[in-house]
């Protein structure tokens, strides 16, 4: 019996062992393991920005606990003029120190904590400021990100320095370094404050994160607004576009002259343009009346200065309702000695546009054609412009003289060029007769005759025999010509007609003293 219970007393003394030793390497495996993660966690906190404005606080703490130490031994060591300047160096150096993290004074998480900045919304009061809203909601909603980020990464520091409290505390029960003890105390000191930390940033973000949304509501509500206010200027706009191009559809229709339609159609252009000119002007101008009142007082500076201008638009408005000169008519304008004439090509606000055609007046006295002449509407009321073409009439008196000699048989050369210009300008006498007619409804004419006619009247150097018809208003100098070269030939052709051109008789006979010619006058005279 003695022999088995020493038996059963050894086994227990053997497995008691064996656990003793499977205890002692289950608690050095795990404070192997806590180490691991206290490195990990330690790598964390190095990197993380939180910790390094704490340690930069502790480091101004020190430093002016330091300087202090020092401002204490130097008045100590006052006589002794070695250690004194030791000491006052490094008070120097310790000042700087304390210059650069002076940010640390008070509290370490200053910057960290305050929250950014939010502007005033701007207001948006047309399409063009929706891009600034657009940015302003976009910068407020990424200040609101990166202050939310500070207060996470502040959220996960208080998780690793917990987990470090938490892996230190169950290293020290095992671990106889003398060292824990202190880091826990110096870890939950740091856990207190990035607590009190967190308190503040949540109260502060609390109160930026309502400032911030009502800041991008009322933007948000803005862009809205004049999203709608658009569509529907838009929408107007496009109205106002589709009815001038239902006019310009009726102009079109009942509007057989195609001048006259050039002309309702840039008029139909121009009070579109002023329509939807005034519509912006009223929608995005948020004090009309008070850009009405400065117009009117400097209305009267703008009409000095700008005179012409506005007498042009004046002079605009009389051509386009007065009817006197449309696109197409053939005019003629004198201005300072200098005459123009040509085809009205544009009428515009400020301006007609004349083309110079080929004319007698180019032939006689410019000696140039095919210039663009812009002419200042303000004209009609200051200068002659002449209408070959008013009222859709296409033809225009022209004349032509013929001197012939005092002894040529005048009757019959003007029978001849009645007969002559009769043939040539019978198709213009018909047009002219049928517009006249119209004409007649409009003007008081007394004389609607029309037909070729022939004058004769007595000049110094001959008879003048002045003929007259009907001619193409844009094309004078065809008509012109052709009975110029006929003309010349029937005369030439008749032996009792003489065209007649200035001449010269020259006598030659031997030199004469002055008693022979004296002589030869009293002989001449009796």
């Keep these: 019996m003695r022999f088995v219970l020493l038996f059963f007393i050894f086994l227990f ?19 192997l393991d806590s180490k691991k993660q206290l490195e990990s966690i330690n790598l964390y906190l190095k990197n993380n920005i939180w910790m390094a404005r704490y340690a930069n606080y502790n480091t101004f703490q020190r430093i002016n606990n330091e300087l202090e130490d020092n401002e204490r031994l130097i008045k100590k060591y006052s006589k002794d003029s070695k250690k004194k300047s030791d000491i006052s160096k490094k008070i120097k150096y310790l000042k700087d120190q304390l210059e650069l993290l002076k940010e640390y004074e008070k509290t370490p998480f200053s910057n960290m904590l305050s929250a950014p900045e939010v502007a005033i919304a701007p207001r948006i009061t047309n399409p063009i400021m929706m891009i600034s809203g657009f940015s302003y909601i976009k910068k407020i909603r990424s200040d609101k990100e990166e202050y939310k980020h500070h207060i996470n990464e502040l959220d996960n520091l208080l998780k690793k320095l917990k987990e470090k409290e938490e892996i230190l505390t169950t290293i020290l029960p095992n671990d106889f370094n003398k060292t824990v003890p202190n880091k826990i105390y110096e870890l939950r000191t740091q856990i207190s404050e990035f607590e009190s930390a967190k308190q503040i940033a949540d109260t502060t973000f609390d109160v930026y994160e309502k400032r911030a949304d009502e800041s991008i509501n009322i933007a948000t509500n803005d862009i809205k607004s004049q999203i709608i206010s658009t569509i529907n200027i838009a929408i107007f706009i496009i109205a106002i576009i589709a009815i001038s191009f239902f006019f310009k559809f009726i102009a079109k229709k009942t509007i057989t002259d195609n001048d006259r339609f050039y002309i309702v159609n840039k008029f139909i252009n121009f009070i579109n343009f002023v329509l939807i000119i005034l519509t912006l002007l009223f ?32 002079g605009w408005v009389v051509i386009i309702f007065g009817g006197s000169i449309h696109v197409g008519d053939r005019v003629r304008v004198s201005h300072n000695g200098n005459i123009y004439v040509g085809d009205i ?48 009439m296409k033809t225009v008196w022209d004349g032509i003289d013929v001197v012939l000699s005092f002894d040529s048989n005048h009757k019959k050369a003007v029978h001849i060029a009645k007969t002559i210009t009769r043939k040539y300008a019978k198709g213009y006498t018909d047009i002219a007769k049928r517009q006249m007619t119209r004409l007649r409804n409009e003007y008081s004419i007394k004389n609607p005759n029309v037909e070729p006619r022939v004058f004769t009247f007595f000049e110094p150097y001959g008879i003048n025999v002045s003929i007259w018809f009907m001619s193409n208003s ?34 030659f006979s031997k030199k004469l003293s002055p008693k022979e010619h004296a002589d030869l006058d009293k002989e001449v005279l009796s």
Excluded at 475 to 490: H, N, P, Q
Aim: charged letters at 15%; a negative charge; glycine letters at 4%.
């Design 13 to 31: 003394q053997v497995f008691a062992d064996n656990n003793v030793s499977i205890d002692s390497n289950l608690t050095n495996t795990s404070i």
């Design 283 to 314: 929608v995005y101008i948020e004090n009309v009346t008070y850009v009405v009142t400065v117009l009117g007082f400097a209305s009267a500076g703008i009409a000095i200065a700008m005179k012409d201008m506005f007498m042009s638009m004046l």
């Design 474 to 507: 844009y094309a004078t100098l065809t008509l012109r010509s052709t009975i110029s070269s006929e003309l010349i030939d029937a005369f030439n052709k008749e032996d009792d007609i003489v065209i007649a051109y200035p001449t010269q008789t020259m006598y």
């Design 345 to 392: 090509i544009d009428i515009s606000v400020l301006r007609m546009t004349l083309f110079e055609d080929v004319t007698l007046t180019t032939y006689k006295e410019n000696r140039r054609g095919g210039r663009i002449v812009f002419i200042p509407n303000n004209y009609i009321f200051t200068e002659l412009i002449s209408n070959y073409s008013h009222h859709g």
